[in-house]
């Protein structure tokens, strides 16, 4: 990227009823701004909002801000289709030569921003992302919980996922378009950034608690955010069925051999040796589903339609 030239940096803001949020948002970015107009003179800011189907006023409080700052911009949903969602639409509406996307509530800190930018403006990366070192004022079984997901996931699945790691993250044009080109319906992001590859400088920062509102998350809408997160990238639940029922059929198959000769032998009745048969043939049934699942999980991988590569440069 030649540095000299006017370069756009499109910030992408998902909003699920932030009414009380936007306005210290707003404050803080436009401060922002203006230290960057010091230090990178050649940079254009576009703040791209995402009403996520809100029902409060985010959506009047957005239009106020676009009547007297030009670079606002937004897109509004026709009801709450979810941040990956409302993720997914900023990158496919900005225009910017580097995006960023950003929480409403002042927990992505946007006095980080300058430090990012530097890395993938002039530093040689792709892109920079966040990861809160702390988990400070979050209850402490969504903690546990949390943790034991991102070990849990990076053991089973080949796409890493970094623990703690934010939506908070700026990338080149290319990394972008890389991430439109992934068209899969259920969207798990933190997982799509680890899928498409690409250099990223990694930044740490203290958790910071919400400025205003309050979080959309409740433990059972994590919960479920995590079992997706499992199911997208990875297909080891369905793998494992053909290994339980692998061993289930040799151990059930072995015992059955032994009893058969025990009662020829009549040294047992028949009661261990109808048991035995019965836990074979569970065994095998397991064993056949497990090869099914397996059709399944290539099918169902076929299906998200991934690239087969995503190129960095191509001469
Ligand atoms: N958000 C959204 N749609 C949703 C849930 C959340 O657009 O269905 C937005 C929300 O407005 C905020 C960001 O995603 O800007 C992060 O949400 P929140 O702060 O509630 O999550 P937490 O920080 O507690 O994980
Ligand atoms: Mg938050």
């Not at 509406?93 to 530097?118: R, T």
């Not at 920062?205 to 079992?227: H, Q």
């Not at 997160?229 to 692998?246: Q, Y």
Request: hydrophobic fraction near 45%.
């Amino acid at each position: 990227m030649e540095n000299s030239e006017m370069s756009l940096l499109s910030v992408i803001v998902p909003c699920w009823n932030e009414e009380e949020a936007i306005p210290f948002f707003y404050e803080e970015f436009s401060r922002v701004r203006k230290l960057f107009g010091e230090r990178f003179p050649n940079i254009s800011f576009e703040l791209l909002f995402v009403d996520d189907g809100s029902s409060d006023q985010s959506l009047k409080k957005i239009k106020e801000l676009k009547e007297k700052d030009s670079a606002v911009r937004y897109v509004t949903f026709s009801r709450n289709f979810g941040k990956d969602a409302a993720l997914f639409a900023g990158l496919d509406n900005a225009k910017g030569d580097y995006v960023v996307c950003m929480d409403a509530d002042l927990q992505d800190p946007p006095s980080l921003l300058p430090e990012m930018f530097e890395a993938v403006y002039s530093g040689g990366y792709d892109s920079a992302a966040t990861r809160r070192v702390t988990r400070k004022g979050e209850p402490p079984v969504r903690s546990f919980f949390a943790r034991l997901f991102y070990k849990l996931m990076n053991h089973i699945s080949t796409t890493e996922i970094v623990d703690g790691a934010r939506d908070y993250r700026i990338m080149t044009r290319q990394m972008v378009d890389a991430i439109l080109s992934m068209k899969e319906y259920n969207r798990f992001t933190k997982g799509i950034y680890g899928w498409i590859g690409f250099k990223t400088k990694w930044i740490e920062f203290e958790n910071v608690e919400r400025v205003a509102g309050e979080t959309k998350w409740s433990f059972w809408k994590l919960f479920r955010y995590a079992m997706e997160g499992i199911v997208d990238f990875s297909t080891v639940p369905l793998t494992l069925i053909l290994w339980i029922g692998g061993v289930f059929s040799l151990l059930s198959g072995i015992s059955l051999i032994a009893c058969l000769v025990l009662y020829v032998r009549e040294v047992l009745n028949s009661v261990p040796l109808i048991l035995s048969a019965i836990a074979f043939s569970f065994g095998l049934q397991l064993f056949f589903l497990g090869i099914v699942a397996h059709y399944l999980a290539n099918t169902y991988m076929e299906a998200k339609g991934r690239p087969l590569y995503i190129a960095k440069e191509i001469t």
